[in-house]
């Protein structure tokens, strides 16, 4: 008996036969489950296994610069990325957009809006792709059975701040320093 949601093929293969909310499938004799801790797996697809196995989501096609979110609305839903790339943009006091971030396969978009109920910036599709888009309050209510997802949720909203805090030693760095790191390969 299989106990994935009928959505959990959205990964381009079937849930694994008598699935108990995490996939398992055999290699040379070892089981490995899909989850966070997959071997040899990136991050992303065991994101994108865990939503598509344990969550309901409604999957959306988005054409280039279709926008995904809107800064000031009432947040209920995250949106991962499936397909494409998505940028979020702030809106400047010169009504410039400012690029805040970029996200790619498996990322989660929205986490911005967690703290106060809003989304803080615009997302748009910077290519087409398919976005998922899932209940924030059935994320919340999953956590509470699936320690894997909710180490997913979390690992999302450090690499959200890793990047915020990179992208703000970048634009802080003198031009020089970031020369000189760039010329030797160094990340600062």
């Given at each position: 008996?299989?106990?994935?949601?009928?959505?959990?093929?959205?990964?381009?293969?079937?849930?694994?036969?008598?699935?108990?909310?995490?996939?398992?499938?055999?290699h040379?004799g070892?089981?490995?489950?899909?989850?966070?801790?997959?071997?040899?797996a990136?991050?992303?697809l065991?994101?994108?296994?865990?939503?598509?196995?344990n969550?309901?989501?409604?999957?959306?096609?988005?054409?280039?610069?279709?926008?995904?979110?809107?800064?000031?609305?009432?947040?209920?839903?995250?949106?991962?990325?499936n397909?494409g790339?998505?940028?979020?943009?702030?809106?400047?006091?010169?009504?410039?957009?400012?690029?805040?971030?970029?996200?790619?396969?498996?990322?989660?978009?929205?986490?911005?809006?967690?703290?106060?109920?809003r989304?803080?910036?615009?997302?748009?599709?910077?290519?087409?792709s398919?976005?998922?888009?899932v209940?924030?309050?059935?994320?919340?209510?999953?956590?509470?059975?699936l320690?894997?997802?909710?180490?997913?949720?979390?690992?999302?909203?450090?690499?959200?701040?890793?990047?915020?805090?990179?992208?703000?030693?970048?634009?802080?760095?003198?031009?020089?320093?970031?020369?000189?790191?760039c010329?030797?390969g160094?990340?600062?």
């Amino acid at each position: 008996m299989n106990d994935a949601p009928a959505n959990a093929h959205a990964l381009g293969h079937p849930p694994a036969e008598g699935s108990t909310g995490l996939a398992a499938t055999a290699h040379a004799g070892t089981t490995v489950q899909y989850g966070v801790g997959m071997l040899g797996a990136p991050r992303w697809l065991a994101s994108l296994h865990l939503v598509a196995v344990n969550l309901g989501f409604a999957r959306r096609t988005v054409g280039a610069g279709e926008m995904i979110q809107v800064a000031g609305n009432v947040f209920t839903h995250l949106q991962i990325v499936n397909v494409g790339t998505v940028k979020t943009v702030h809106l400047t006091a010169s009504g410039r957009e400012q690029i805040v971030g970029l996200h790619f396969r498996g990322d989660w978009v929205g986490l911005d809006a967690l703290a106060s109920g809003r989304f803080a910036c615009d997302a748009y599709a910077m290519e087409p792709s398919e976005i998922w888009s899932v209940c924030y309050a059935s994320v919340l209510s999953a956590c509470g059975h699936l320690p894997e997802l909710t180490r997913t949720l979390h690992i999302a909203m450090g690499d959200e701040l890793r990047r915020h805090h990179e992208w703000r030693w970048a634009c802080c760095r003198p031009k020089g320093v970031l020369r000189i790191s760039c010329a030797f390969g160094c990340r600062l």
